[in-house]
């Protein structure tokens, strides 16, 4: 293969650039170095010959690519993100977060697999089939947006209106890594959300709890409404909550029943004695996979330091994040959540929608799949892990929804790498791997 | 009246000494002053001729004295707090909170009210009898506390273990001022309190929200716990806690119906359109009076920023101070919710006690209580508002039922005076007519 050799023989330019794309920070939480990130990356494409633009968005720029190629006329949409997470807490770090350094065998930063990593490797891959065939296996496009660790907020209304520009045969959203058995992770969709603030208020201020007798109380009001949303037992009491659930295919269990889950490994690392209701094994992982959920994320009000202070408080707060499944509709739920509350006395309990995301699913018969899946096997050696869905959620829906298009998250970081964590890294090993799976995801989708 | 020639011509001396009182801070929440503000309270009593002493408690000193007189067999208690409550916001105060200036008629000064201002009218009024007529009406035993306002915490013990050198006929708790209207207040008990934390915990750390269906959020568990213990309605359902709750006496009753309650100003005050469940005047009052609470002082779990972050909280918390009534018994109670949280499946959720007062409660018909009721109408010309117990809470107990005597809770400090808050204050005429009432306490104290 022409392009393994390229890739020995540019190996120490490759890691530099990479070092560089890691130099700048880019932290889309805090607008720290977005625009810097997003022109030094069109930069890094331009050299290795692959003419790039950054597009306006609402929000952050994407900075998009194409590359045409005369073997195929089937073209492939690659997204990722060049934005990264905080670095915080700073002094847990072995080295500054963003240096770069080698630290036995690893290269040490914020961003090095989550997702810059992933980036350069795609990129190195069409890289060397430019510089070796002269073009890739089939037409690819390049995605690459600034907002994805805050939710991606205007990546939908940027799809939606460059239709024609993003139009494909496939999808591959670029942005993870390897199980931690080392073989490659293949999610076919994610979860969606609806992520909501419940608020009250009582009196203009904090009083004295004296005057609980007769004065309301927001936190117990907001503890009341929460309770009526999830009893005790868990499952969500919203009337039609559940309408759209639908029950997962014979394919899908198949492919569930495949995961390898090593649950008892899973309970030590988050110090849990049982998972909840005592589910173990596949019943665990059907719950992760095809569970909607209601999580509190967080819930406060009045005096909440040490010891006693008897104040009645004049405003609670509790926000949810309620990930939801095919087909579930968060602009349906809303609406749902909002009567929920109403018929059983909260008028008084405001929501206020802070983020949705459509839930998301290629079928794992898609061709993008089956490249992806084939492309795990020739480099890794191994059959992917495959999920039908990740727990997480993720913008998905901009692919299979607004493009119609089939669509698969996978990538090419080590296993626990410490994405959004202290000491994230990657490792030459990795990233050589990395333009080897790109490449035979692209050499593969040609053919399907 | 002798006495009211004497304090006319002392008038001057005393108010200086009231300014040298407040200087000194004694902040008891920072232990600021303590020590010297005990110091200074007792050389001031030894200068009007109360020999006092400074006796050491497991926390802050009590100032104590006693002054004999051959007119009664009869002794009376008097009971208050030399410590202040932090004087922040200390930008809201229009003098400095420790400099006791005056502003257009007015005293202004931590501590002016509550309840400095009250200490040195009682003092005054025996400083007077001992100059005048060489001796008080009736024998009388200060204790002064320096722990009223973080709650008392050392008062039980020191009572406990100075029952003799407590001996008396009956207790004026004189820490208080007068009702709006002008007329003194009088409240012949205080409400208990149990005030606990319910803890929880789940995985190790904070979580991604994706682990949701599968990992215990202990913000729900804190919520279905609260849920149980008081549902919606208001009342608690901690199975045994009304039992020991009594009914008001008819005599009672008819002192609640002689209260003014401007329910409009006070919830035009508030900021409250209604009060809770839509009660209105008698209904109200009663519920202030006699309704055991359970109040959500605080809640905490995950994330309360500002935004959406998707985290699975490890830990979970809420405080609550449940007020009781006569004859409830915190640490009964205590027990009954831990059974409750046991039987319906919250051993998870932790129980920590951080403070308990028995409820108190004395009859109308106690001397003191009448001694109390004449004198205000003698001096102030008016019937005095008269609580069958306050909405609040205090160490009452420790009178009522470690000494078993009879115990009133009234005082002299202006109405609306600020105590608690900036530009707390008192007047000269207010410290005056204090000393009268005092004086006629005593007075009618020894006839009856």
Known sequence: MNIIKHLESTRSEYIESFRKFLRQPSVSAKGVGIRECARLLKDIMDEWGIDAEVLPTDGNPVV??????????????????YDVQPPEPLEEWISQPFEAKTVEGKIIARGAADAKGNILAFLKAVESYLKTEGEPPVNVKFLFEGEEEIGSPHLPSFVESHRDMLS???VVCWDGGLHPSGRPSI???????????????????????????????????????????????????????????????????????EIPFEEEILKKELGVEEFLDGVKGLEALKRLVYEPTANIAGISSGYTGVGSKTVLPCEAMAKIDFRLVVDQDPYRLLKLLRKHLDERGFKDV???????????????????????????????GAKPVVYPNSAGSGPDFVFTKILGLHSVWT???????KAHAPNEFNTVEHMVKGVLYAAEIMENFRGL
Chains 1, 2 share one sequence.
């Open 187 to 257: 999610s076919l969709g994610v979860k969606g959300m609806l992520y909501v603030e419940l608020r009250c208020r009582g009196a203009r201020t904090d009083l004295h709890s004296s005057q609980a007798p007769i004065i309301v109380n927001p936190a117990w009001r907001v503890v009341w409404a929460l309770n009526t949303i999830k009893p005790p037992g868990g499952r969500i009491a919203v009337k039609g909550w559940y309408d759209d659930v639908r029950s997962p295919t014979e394919e899908e269990l198949k492919l569930l029943s």
């Open 350 to 380: 405001e929501i206020v929608e802070l983020g949705t995301l459509l839930p998301s699913r290629t079928p794992p018969s898609a061709p993008i799949a089956q490249a992806t899946m084939k492309a795990s096997e020739k480099v890794y």
């Open 168 to 170: 494909a045969d496939g």
């Open 411 to 417: 990538g090419c970081s080590p296993p626990l790498a």
């Open 64 to 81: 998009y690519a194409t590359v045409e190629s005369k073997k195929s006329e089937k073209t492939l949409l690659v997204y990722s993100h």
